[in-house]
């Protein structure tokens, strides 16, 4: 099938209420498997291309899509017995052997995962847990086994103690003996499947989860990106796992053990009735402790989370600075600066646990009491014979299970109030509106031209004019020179083409798109760039975008980042440390460079993107045939501008900041 039927084949499959419309525009505009990826985005869920083994397509979350040889498609439904039931053309569906689908279609996959979806941040992850129901349904049905074997317990107990020995019955005794094992047994075997159940749920939802949260933070606006902290992003993420292990682990286990202290209240009450009224009202008492304590302990962890964020931020800035910090001898400064940081938050984390765990001993003292108390109440029932000795153990049991459960769920609300603090940098993120998802597709030549019209910027509503009434009109394939002194606004127009940033007044188009719609067509290069912590192939392929090994090798060979390579010991598979540092600041921007030129893009944008590398290099690639047929935006300082330095031959130079405007009202 073709692509745009297979967007809609499994939009139906998967969302049977979706409209097929959307899918057959996206599917034509952008054509092909980044198309069906690019759709399947569009309809609310994550998406890639994967190539698995034959043994791996049970571990795809179906119904999705295998790509064939020659730009056909699949539908595959489910897996079932080493078959896979597919849909092709006409709607015919067939059976195909996993290993035979698997050299069919090349192993190339669209892994599927539900997406972030929309609303608050419990309904988003609500809505998550709903996609795994079949999962959740087992744990559930689990947990109501275990509830009925938790309220059979304090009966055998009864049983075994006023009947089965009182009258000598062996047969009696001897049966409830084997009941108990077996539901002991039982018991264990429910817990360790449970275990199990929560353990593939919990990662489930955590892979699911946290990839859409950074999904979802990769598309958010580089305006609000830039004012966020490392520590606060961490938080971000720290706070969504805190939320996940409370719904997959602590509320069920509770609410399970809540409905047993309902139904052990309700025996209780038939053995006791006073008894059991003084324990509710301590049970209300306990309930109004809680609330108060809860309180304090929110404010509490509020300022143990922005101390937190502040460590980490601070933790992460001086890990980037390093080097700066031990050429200027201010180590033992970075270092105090980080202990009285971390010290802050240990102390209000150090008294949070104080308070709690002279909480937890009062209650804990309290119950002691109030169990012994209906101990000594019930034996004392026991000596007057109102009461069997059975029934007696039997109660003691059930209002400890009881108090057990009420403590649980005082710990709930507890858990609950104090995660609003650290839920807090995760809602903020999620708030922010994201940008649509764009398609990765093979760039074109530019068909038109980058048109700048009357374009006013400034980074805050009440701030200075950045850049004011600029007009400009760059032609396809055009080599254009961006000069200016240092903070004229060079890198502010750069980043503005690029789409990190949106124009306050006027229009900038490429070939008739705006920047954060045209991205297929452009890279931008800023002059720092930080290498990631992997060899220095995998670099080139995450910074150009995953082009080909080929391409990869042509660009080195232009660039003269080839020459570079062939003199370490281990070539393109010598590992970078994070950010680069063992690389010179030119060899780090020789490498970015290379990955950009390797990349289809037709438009580049660079913001000083030369500025450290040998004049003798900076000459030999501005001669390079990668450059031809590309349209280049490039910026440079006044000081590296001389007439005689290396240029592109016949750019065309603007400068930005020489003319003067009027401030528009």
């Not at 994550?46 to 397509?57: C, H, T, V």
């Not at 317990?153 to 006023?162: N, W």
């Not at 070939?511 to 290069?525: C, D, I, N």
């Not at 970015?592 to 660079?606: E, Q």
Request: proline letters at 5%.
């Amino acid at each position: 099938m073709s692509p745009a039927e297979a967007v809609m084949r499994l939009a139906s499959a998967r969302l049977p209420s979706a409209e097929d419309s959307s899918a057959r525009k996206s599917s034509s505009v952008f054509p092909g498997a980044e198309g069906i990826r690019t759709e399947v985005e569009r309809l609310g869920f994550q998406a890639r291309w994967s190539s698995i083994d034959p043994q791996d397509f049970r571990c795809l979350d179906l119904p999705t899509v295998a790509a064939l040889e020659g730009g056909s498609y699949l539908l595959v439904h489910e897996i079932r017995r080493g078959m896979a039931l597919c849909e092709g053309t006409g709607k015919v569906r067939v059976q195909i052997s996993l290993g035979l689908l698997a050299s069919t279609c090349q192993g190339s996959v669209l892994d599927i995962s539900p997406a972030l979806p929309d609303g608050s941040l419990w309904q988003r992850i609500f809505a998550l847990i709903l996609t795994q129901r079949r999962a959740f349904y087992p744990i559930l049905w689990i947990a109501l086994l275990t509830l009925a074997m938790g309220l059979l317990t304090p009966q055998f107990t009864r049983m075994l103690v006023d009947q089965a020995f009182p009258q000598g019955a062996h047969s009696m005794f001897t049966i409830l003996i084997i009941a108990t094992v077996i539901q002991g047994v039982f018991q264990s075997w429910m817990s360790w499947v449970q275990s199990r159940f929560d353990i593939y749920l919990e990662k489930r939802l955590s892979f699911f989860i946290e990839q859409g949260l950074f999904s979802h933070l990769l598309r958010l606006p580089f305006p609000y990106l830039s004012t966020r902290s490392v520590g606060s992003l961490l938080q971000g993420f720290s706070g969504l796992a805190t939320a996940r292990d409370f719904l997959t682990g602590s509320i069920l286990t509770t609410l399970t053990s809540t409905l047993t202290a309902i139904g052990y209240l309700v025996m209780m009450a038939r053995l006791m009735p006073a008894a059991t009224t003084m324990l509710s009202l301590f049970t209300l008492l306990y309930a109004g402790a809680t609330f108060l304590v809860s309180r304090h302990l929110a404010g509490l962890k509020t300022l143990e989370v922005a101390a937190q964020v502040k460590e980490r931020s601070f933790l992460a800035e001086m890990l980037n600075a390093l080097p700066v910090l031990k050429a200027s001898g201010a180590e033992q400064r970075a270092q105090e600066r980080w202990r009285a940081l971390y010290w802050r938050k240990r102390h209000i984390h150090l008294y949070g646990q104080k308070f709690r765990l002279f909480r937890v001993n009062i209650l804990a003292l309290l119950q002691g009491l109030l169990t012994r108390m209906l101990t000594f109440w019930a034996g004392f029932l026991v000596i007057k014979g109102e009461l069997q000795l059975g029934e007696m153990l039997a109660l003691t049991m059930m209002a400890g299970a009881f108090q057990s459960a009420i403590s649980g769920a005082g710990n709930l609300y507890l858990q609950l109030i104090m995660m609003k603090p650290q839920l807090d940098h995760t809602r903020q993120i999620l708030d922010q509106p994201a940008l649509p998802p764009r398609p990765q597709v093979e760039s074109q030549p530019l068909p038109a031209p980058v048109v700048v019209q009357d374009l006013w910027f400034r980074y805050q509503p009440e701030g200075p004019w950045v850049l004011r009434g600029l007009n400009l009109e760059i032609r396809p394939g055009e080599k254009l020179l961006v000069r200016g002194p240092s903070g004229c606004g060079k890198s502010t127009f750069l980043k503005l083409l690029a789409g990190l940033y949106v124009p306050e007044r006027g229009a900038l188009t490429l070939a008739g798109f705006p920047p954060e719609q045209a991205r297929h067509f452009l890279s931008y290069l800023p002059q720092f760039v930080r290498l990631f912590d992997r060899s220095i192939l995998e670099n080139l392929r995450l910074l150009s975008g995953a082009a080909s090994r080929e391409r990869l090798m042509v660009a080195a060979g232009h660039s003269g980042l080839d020459e570079l390579v062939q003199t370490l010991p281990m070539g393109y598979e010598t590992l970078v440390n994070a950010g680069g540092a063992t690389f010179s600041g030119g060899q780090r921007q020789l490498i970015a460079l290379t990955a950009v030129l390797a990349s289809s893009k037709s438009v580049l944008v660079l913001d000083e993107a030369m500025a450290n590398i040998d004049p003798i290099w900076k000459a030999r690639l501005l001669r390079s045939p990668l450059f031809l047929d590309r349209t280049v935006i490039f910026a440079s300082h006044d000081e590296d501008q001389s007439r005689d330095g290396p240029t592109f031959a016949g750019a065309r130079q603007i400068t930005i900041g020489s003319e003067r405007h009027e401030p528009f009202h």
